[in-house]
């Protein structure tokens, strides 16, 4: 073989190899390579299953891979720091998370935003660092809540007037402050008579919750009402209600569901529930955040909707949707 050919014959494998590694580069990236980890504030949590029930499934929808993390407590701060920090080291696409605490997680997505795009969901952060933030308006929530807690002592007492309360689950979580202020907000221009004499701030646990309501019953005999923030507080709180057998005086109204707040609903413990749409906020949070990703247009904000649920109209198929979602 002359030295020409050789030659020849090796200048078009090079070609060839420089024609395929060019293909290769303009390629599109196939969607199973595509990775959106969604950053839950606690795995262990009925809400946040079904948050990630519905990350998971658009996962499945859209054919990419949707990592499920979390801490195993609302309340472990620096765990979802870590976990976070983790996430992006990792180079995903993109990130959708749920900040635990407002002003401890600012800073950790701001930096993380540098390297992808930040997908906020159910609770803020002090950053500005969002492509998109997908929750409930939790101060109309908290409206909501407070209308449903109003109605509710009418029912049971016959007028909208007495001594009520708030239970918090943790200080500092943006959503619940922001619940907390739509509720004390629609007290004050909607029930004047309703006097809110307490707020307890809980640790994030359904035992605390338990042990705050029944103080407030031994301490407040005319206590007609309380507003639990979210479903931790709910079950603690339904509970201290029906252990005192108080339910014929005291009316709760939490937000979010499970089996046992649906359990309290059916039987009395708890006038009413708001319930948001976590099942959505996964789902569409994932598909927001693989748009975002490839460089289209978000919206800043989405509202997913606050609804209230009563034994009466929990059968309705829009809150049975809401109450049963698709796990």
């Known amino acids: 073989m002359s030295n020409k050919l050789f030659g020849r014959r090796a200048m078009l494998q090079i070609s060839a190899l ?6 290769v580069a303009m390629a599109p990236v196939r969607a199973a390579d595509i990775t959106i980890p969604v950053i839950v504030k606690d795995t262990t949590s009925p809400y946040w299953q079904i948050v990630l029930a519905g990350a998971r499934q658009a996962g499945k929808d859209l054919g990419i891979n949707v990592p499920e993390l979390g801490a195993q407590s609302e309340s472990d701060i620096n765990g979802q720091i ?4 983790n996430a992006v080291a990792g180079k995903p696409a993109a990130v959708v998370i749920s900040p635990t605490e407002f002003k401890a997680l600012g800073a950790p997505i701001d ?3 540098k390297s992808v795009p930040i997908i906020g969901i159910d609770s803020s952060a002090d950053s500005k660092a969002f492509t998109s933030f997908l929750t409930t308006n939790n101060e109309t929530g908290g409206q909501v809540a407070a209308d449903g807690l109003a109605a509710a002592i009418k029912e049971k007492t016959g007028a909208i ?6 239970i918090t689950s943790l200080p500092g979580v943006g959503s619940l402050d922001a619940r907390d202020k739509g509720f004390k907000e629609q007290i004050a221009a909607k029930y004047p008579d309703l006097k809110i004499i307490a707020q307890k701030v809980a640790d994030g646990q359904a035992t605390t919750g338990l042990n705050i309501m029944t103080d407030l019953l031994t301490a407040n005999p005319n206590l007609v009402g309380v507003f639990a923030d979210n479903l931790i507080m709910g079950e603690g709180a339904g509970q201290a209600i029906a252990e005192n057998k ?12 499970d089996d046992k707040t649906l359990g309290f609903l059916n039987d ?3 006038a009413a529930l708001v319930v948001q749409d976590p099942y959505r906020m996964g789902y569409d949070g994932v598909k927001t955040a693989l748009a975002a990703s490839k460089g289209e247009k978000v919206e800043a ?13 929990q059968t309705d198929p829009k809150i049975d ?5 698709k796990m």
Do not use: M, Q, R, Y
């Open 301 to 313: 904000n989405v509202d997913t909707g606050a609804n209230l649920v009563t034994k009466a109209n």
């Open 268 to 270: 009395g413990t708890t």
């Open 246 to 257: 108080a339910a014929d005086k005291v009316a709760l109204v939490n937000f979010d569901s």
């Open 321 to 325: 949707a809401l109450i049963h979602p």
């Open 82 to 85: 870590t976990i976070l920090e």
């Open 111 to 113: 930096e993380a935003a």
């Open 18 to 23: 420089a024609l395929t590694a060019s293909l």
């Open 161 to 166: 007037k007495g001594d009520i309360a708030i």
